[in-house]
C-alpha cells in the first residue's frame, strides 16, 4: 500500500472544499471533475492502489457529450455556461451541432461523430485543449493559492497556454495518484449528484432570467426526456417482447425504458445499458444498483440482435463501456452493499460469486 493513498471519504471532502470554495466561472471544473469519475469507474484497476493514466482526449469526448445537450436553447435562450463571453466548449459542440445537420435537435454525439468526423475530430482536440489551459490546472487549487494541492494527479505540466506539443509529450494524458481511481469510483454515487446540484447553481447564477419563475433547469441539464428514449422501445419489444425485463409481466404501450445501470450514477445511454421495463419495477428500483444477476442478463442479450438495432436508430451499443463500468462500479462497492433484486427485494452483494464481467481487463 502506498502511503501516499488518501481514504475514499478523506478524497472526497478534499474535491468537495475545492468546489465549493469561491466562485466559478464557468461550469467546467464541474463537468471534467465528472467525466474523470466516469472514466474512474470504467478503469477501476485491480490493485486498488494502483495509479491510472488518463487520456486527456478521453476526458474532452466525455465533455462533449455533457455539453451535448446542455447547449441545446432552453426557454427559447442558449444557457451561458462562463461568466466569459466565448465559451470554448458549448461554441465547439455547437459547430459540430451546425456541420453534423443537427442543429439543435435531439442526435446524439457519436451520430454526430459518423457525420461529420473532421469537425468531430477538431472538437475533441480543441475540447483536449481547452481542459488543459483551464479547468484541469485550476481543479486542485485553492482560490488565491499559486501551486496546487496535486492529491488526484500531478499537473505541473498544465498552464493557461500549455501547447499542443507540451501536451503530447507528456502522452496526452494525466496520471490519478496512487488509490485515486478506485477512492472516484467509490465515491461516485455520493459525488455525482452533489456535482450536478452545483452545476445547476452555477447555471443559475450565470442566466439571470432563470431566478423568475423557474422550469425545470437541471431535466434540461441532466434530465434524460422520455421522448429520447422513445425511439428505443418499439425496436427492443420486436426483438426481446413485450414484456418487463425484471417481473416479465406484459407491457403497456408506453412503457418506461430503463437504465439498469442508473443514470445519476452513469451516464450510459447505450442500448447495452437500456431495457423495458413496467412502471412499476422502474419506480421502485428508481436510482438504485441492480442485484449483479440482472446484470448478468443485461449483458447476456444477443449481441447482434443489438447491433441490427443500433444500425437502424442510429444509436450506439456502448456494450463495452457498459462492461467496464458494470466491473468498475460493483468491484468498487463494499461487500455486503444491498442491491435491488425486484419490487420490495433487495439482495447483499456478494464479490466472491464469480461473474465474467467482473473480472475483464480494464485497459
Ligand atoms: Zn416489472
Not at 171 to 194: E, H, M, N, Q, W
Amino acid at each position: 500500500m502506498s502511503e501516499s493513498r488518501l481514504e475514499p471519504l478523506l478524497l472526497g471532502q478534499r474535491v468537495v472544499a475545492i468546489l465549493e470554495t469561491g466562485l466559478r466561472t464557468a461550469t467546467y471544473k464541474l463537468g471534467s471533475l465528472m467525466a474523470l469519475i466516469d472514466y474512474a469507474i470504467e478503469h477501476v484497476p485491480d490493485d486498488p492502489d494502483a495509479s491510472v493514466e488518463v487520456p486527456i482526449p478521453d476526458l474532452a469526448q466525455r465533455v462533449l457529450e455533457l455539453y451535448w445537450r446542455q447547449v441545446r436553447p432552453f426557454a427559447g435562450k442558449e444557457l451561458r455556461q462562463s461568466t466569459q463571453a466565448r465559451a470554448r466548449i458549448p461554441r465547439a459542440a455547437m459547430e459540430l451541432r451546425a456541420a453534423a445537420g443537427i442543429g439543435t435537435g435531439g442526435a446524439s454525439l457519436a451520430v454526430a461523430a459518423t457525420r461529420a468526423p473532421t469537425v468531430y475530430e477538431k472538437a475533441l482536440d480543441e475540447v483536449t485543449l481547452c481542459l488543459a489551459q483551464q479547468p484541469l490546472q485550476r481543479l486542485q487549487r485553492l482560490p488565491g493559492a499559486t501551486v496546487s494541492d496535486c492529491f488526484l494527479f500531478e499537473d505541473s505540466f498544465l498552464h493557461d497556454h500549455v501547447s499542443r506539443s507540451t501536451l503530447r509529450a507528456h502522452g496526452d494524458s494525466i496520471v490519478l495518484g496512487p488509490g485515486v481511481a478506485t477512492g472516484l469510483a467509490r465515491l461516485a454515487g455520493l459525488l455525482k449528484p452533489a456535482l450536478e446540484i452545483m452545476w445547476v447553481e452555477d447555471v443559475r447564477r450565470m442566466n439571470r432570467f432563470l431566478d423568475e419563475d423557474v422550469p425545470d433547469v437541471a431535466g434540461h441539464l441532466f434530465g434524460r426526456e422520455r421522448i429520447s428514449l422513445a425511439s428505443v422501445r418499439e425496436p427492443f419489444k420486436d426483438a426481446f417482447g413485450a414484456r418487463c425485463f425484471y417481473c416479465d409481466l406484459p407491457l403497456a404501450v408506453d412503457n418506461p425504458v430503463d437504465h439498469v445501470l442508473p443514470w445519476s450514477l452513469l451516464g450510459i445511454d447505450g442500448l447495452a445499458n437500456l431495457v423495458l421495463a413496467c412502471r412499476r419495477c422502474n419506480g421502485d428500483k428508481r436510482h438504485s444498483l441492480p442485484a449483479t444477476s440482472i446484470v448478468d442478463r443485461v449483458l447476456e442479450r444477443d449481441r447482434d440482435v443489438l447491433e441490427a438495432i443500433a444500425a437502424e436508430i442510429e444509436w450506439p451499443t456502448q456494450f463495452d463501456r457498459v462492461v467496464a463500468a458494470a466491473r468498475g462500479i460493483y468491484r468498487s462497492q463494499p461487500d455486503g452493499s444491498v442491491t435491488w433484486a425486484g419490487v420490495r427485494s433487495s439482495q447483499r452483494l456478494d464479490l466472491a460469486f464469480p461473474h465474467w464481467w467482473l473480472d475483464i481487463d480494464p485497459r
